[in-house]
Structure formats: structure tokens, C-alpha cells
């Protein structure tokens, strides 16, 4: 039997739901409220130490990280391909989705945590975030909570989260000239892993987006496992949807 | 023709010139000297335009990242295997090098520049310093330049850093409590992309190191491709190796 424990189709949970619907595989799914903070109950980080989603549970395997996912799944599943045959465009697949999770995803996380996750954050009583604070098991998740309870980031890490966003548009751009998709001509694991944190780009900063990304993001709204992804269930409301983990 | 651009055997470098001599790969060998900054040089930039190494180039192809050359090389080598066959056992593989690239080498990377990389930045004049950082095509690698040839990390910053290499160290513990290398019972690429890092932690922190990491790391001392891979060039001082990037 396979399960996913996941949030809301956006962020990390999208990845994996995306490479789901993409290849129609039946799943059991587990919604884990992340702004009621399930992922930090005892019960989930038994499944997951770190207390994040999304996670997949195969027959009792447990694997997570959302790319290391979606190479399961296709290693796994391989009826529908999301990596390319030819060797240099998988390379281009996995260099892309390095720089979605190392680069990207980061900067337009701080942005979705400072705008909309910190409303949540700053509901909380003294004490009900210090309870909160004393059952996320990694320290840079418990700083990040303290960080947008509190000040929130400074306008300088705004700043620069903002160019990265940028960079990461330019860089995208680059390689849709070259090709139809992000890595090559085919559609690949490298589009599947970047349509969430390319969603999100319009929706804080319309200004930053190009030509050619425009035309990606369409097409990739049109795609019917994105319209099944999306149609997930969502228990937060519009004005809170946020780039979780 | 495969050929490798690459610094001395150790950090990024030393993971796919390991990764060569595990497969016994015959390939062309270019030295790239990251202290005289030729991975900044405008014919080294045309190869890779963020100016780092290593870059494999096989047969005029361009693959970048040393964890995605590495899979590349076993997509295309797979004589001698370096993925389990077991699908868990290969995700285990891929969130172990994940970790790798974004928590365990960022830390010890920071110690290694502070320590070694400095001595080289803090002898620039302030024209020499100004020449070199305008060649710097990420603006993350200039800023670290600009950081260790003035004040260098702070205090706290080192501080974390060190913890962060303790916490890494206890997690690849708990891994080889379970099963002899770090993905299972199988040496993989979970091993190959872990040695350079390990290896510098007792260089720096001795007292951060556990029983199983130092068995591990001792096998690893006398494996023949391990050997092969610490005997390529190496023009730098030993007081100065560093963990490049």
C-alpha cells in the first residue's frame, strides 16, 4: 500500500502530489494540518524525526524529501517517465531541481513564511509559542517560527530573497529559450518540481516573471494532473496558503 | 572523451574523482587552482558560468554539481554499481548525499575557509582583493571572499557550524548502527559523496567523532580508490588545503 502524508497541493507537498497525478497512481493520502502544527505531534515525527511532509510510506518503507520522492517514484512506477532517456538532459534534470530546492524554494519560502505565515504565527500567545517552539525537532524549523513570531526576517533577507527570485526567474528563462521544457524537450521531474515555487513568483512579485516562464506556468496550469493535484484538498484558508515545510 | 575539471582531491572534487576510481573510469585530468583563482577566468566561466568546480565534460557535454556528475557517471558507467538495487536503500542514498550538499559540507566548508581559504584572501592588497572579487560570477562566492579577506565569520556563526558538524556526525551514527555503509548494507554514492567531508571533521573537531563514523572512515582510508583519488595532484600547501568550492 502506498500513503503520503502531506499538506496543502502547494510547496513540497506539490511535488510529490504532482509526480502522483502525473503517473495516476492510486495513494492513500493523509492530510497533515501544518498551521494546526500535526507535523510536530509525536504520532508524525515517529514517521518522519524531522517533523516535515511531505513523506511517503511504501508497504512500511518510509522515504522523504520531496525530490528523493519523486526519483523513487519513477524508479518505482516507471509506466509513465519523468526522466529523460538521454544522459546529459537527466543531469540537466537533477542540476535544475538542486537549484529549486537549494536556490529557489528558499527564497520564495521566507517571502510565503513573512506574508502569510507569519499571521499564524503572531495569534500566539507567549506561552502557546513556546509550546509550539518545544516540539519541532530541528533547530533552523524552530528558528524560522521564533524569527516571524517575533521581527520576522529584516528588510535587507527580504531584499535578497526577492533578487534571488530573480536570479531564479533569469535562470529559468535561459533554459526555456534553449528548450520547450527544463530540461530539454521533454517533460521531465525538473517541470514537475518547480511548477509550486514557479506558481508562486506572480502572486508576490508579477514584475520579476519573463516571457517564456509566462508561457511554461500556462501550459503547465492547462496539464490535467496539475488540475487534479490542485483540486487536493486545501483546509487553509485563501489568504493564509503558504510554502510550507 | 571524458575529461574533469578539478581541484586538489578533496570537497567537491575529491566526491567524483572518487567516484572515477571506484568505476575505474579512464579520463582526462585538468587541474583547476582554486587559490590562484582560475575557476574565475573567463575560459573556465565559458565551461561553467558559475565558476566552480568540478566539471565534467563528456564528449563536449557540460555536466555540473558533483552529487548530479556522480549519478550521471553511474547512469553511464554501470559496470561497477554505486546505487543499491534496492529502491529504499537508493532513496536512503539520495536524502543522505541531500544532506550532505545543504547541511553537512556548508559547515565544514565554513571552518575550512575561516581556517585555510583566509591566509590566502588576507594577504590581497585591497586592488588585488577588488580584481579578484569582480570575477566572481555568484554573487554568494563573492560574498564569502569579501567575508574572510575583512572580519571573516563571526563567533556565533562558527559556533553553529561546529554544532552543525556534531549533528551530522551523530546522524551518520545512528546510520552506521544499522547497517555497515550509509545506505544499507551496499558501499554507494551515499559513501563516495560523504569521505571528503568526513574526513576533514577529526582534522578540525576530533572530540566530535563516534566509534561507527571512525570505523567507517578508517575503511574508507584503505579503500584502493581512495588511495588513487588522494594521490592526484595537489599543488597546494598542506597548510593551506581547504574544502574548496
Redesign the interface.
Known amino acids: 500500500m502506498l500513503e503520503l502524508y502531506h499538506a496543502e497541493p502547494v510547496a513540497n507537498s506539490m511535488k510529490v502530489l504532482l509526480c502522483l497525478k502525473e503517473k495516476d497512481i492510486r495513494f492513500v493520502s493523509h492530510y497533515v494540518d501544518l498551521l494546526r502544527f500535526e507535523q510536530h505531534r509525536p504520532e508524525f515525527v515517529k514517521i518522519n524525526p524531522n517533523g516535515q511532509v511531505p513523506v511517503l510510506v511504501?508497504d512500511g518503507?518510509i522515504?522523504?524529501?520531496s525530490?528523493?520522492?519523486n526519483?523513487?517514484l519513477e524508479?518505482?512506477y516507471p509506466e509513465v517517465r519523468l526522466r529523460p532517456e538521454n544522459?546529459?538532459e537527466?543531469?540537466q534534470m537533477?542540476?535544475w531541481s538542486?537549484f529549486v530546492?537549494?536556490y529557489f524554494c528558499p527564497a520564495l519560502s521566507m517571502i510565503g513564511w513573512h506574508t502569510m505565515v507569519r499571521k499564524v504565527a503572531q495569534k500566539l500567545k507567549k506561552d502557546e509559542l513556546d509550546e509550539v517552539l518545544s516540539h519541532i525537532p530541528l533547530k533552523e524549523q524552530r528558528d524560522k517560527w521564533a524569527t516571524i513570531a517575533g521581527s520576522s526576517f529584516t528588510e535587507e533577507q527580504l531584499a535578497d530573497a526577492r533578487r534571488k527570485l530573480g536570479v531564479s526567474i533569469e535562470r529559468m528563462e535561459k533554459l526555456l529559450e534553449k528548450s520547450h521544457w527544463l530540461a530539454g524537450p521533454t517533460y521531465s521531474l525538473a517541470d514537475v518540481n518547480s511548477y509550486s515555487i514557479v506558481a508562486g513568483v506572480p502572486r508576490f512579485f508579477p514584475e520579476l516573471m519573463k516571457p517564456r516562464a509566462t508561457e511554461w506556468l500556462t501550459e503547465m496550469n492547462e496539464r490535467p494532473a496539475v488540475k487534479a493535484a490542485l483540486a487536493m484538498p486545501n483546509k487553509v484558508p485563501e489568504a493564509l496558503r503558504a510554502f510550507g515545510d
Do not use: L
Open positions: 511504501d518503507a522515504i522523504t524529501e525530490t528523493v520522492i526519483e523513487y524508479d518505482e544522459p546529459v537527466r543531469a537533477r542540476v538542486k530546492d537549494e
